[in-house]
């Protein structure tokens, strides 16, 4: 098993500009998560998905962010217009159940000047 | 209710040493109880796990203990080695489908030779 891929592992982009991120998850697995990392507010979960559908997109800040799942093998993260705050690690995680067993992606490091 | 409180937020420990880290959680439906280690430049990876049915766990060098009527648990690592150094996060969740984990802030852990 690959495990869970995202693309790309890094991207910098100027303000303004649209940004998405990628995510596979692992085969089989029907819960899928966006997390964002930085140092000041550690791991925040932005979004989850249970078998395709939106479950809980309360974490995600604004509506300048975007997610979706089209299919159980593919979910996108989009940000536009990005700014520099939006700078930080997003991860991907999938998991059979969405309480328990996540398996994180490598993560995207985004830097926005 | 969802908030599971993490310390230290740093830990330094010598070689051959005990590290320890504590978690607290209020939600008393919260029935899975995982750590997570992160390396840099890499996703959170699945260390070790628990539910409240046993009070420890116990896995080569690391052991949780769990304190049901405390709603504590806590990560132990003996014969603490450099390799370990990383960003340990705890979590919690009700353990089903439909649920999800809550993390703590985590504990950055440096192991000196």
Redesign the interface.
Known sequence: DAGVIQSPRHEVTEMGQEVTLRCKPISGHNSLFWYRQTMMRGLELLIYFNNNVPIDDSGMPEDRFSAKMPNASFSTLKIQPSEPRDSAVYFCASSRHSGYGYTFGSGTRLTVV | QQQVKQSPQSLIVQKGGISIINCAYENTAFD?F?W?QQFP??????LI?IRPDVSEKKEGRFTISFNKSAKQFSLHIIDSQPGDSATY?CAA?????????T?G??TQLTVNP
């Open positions: 899975y995982p997570y430049g890499k996703g959170p990876a699945l796990a996060f969740s009700k353990g089903t489908s439909g649920s999800r984990l993390f802030e985590g």
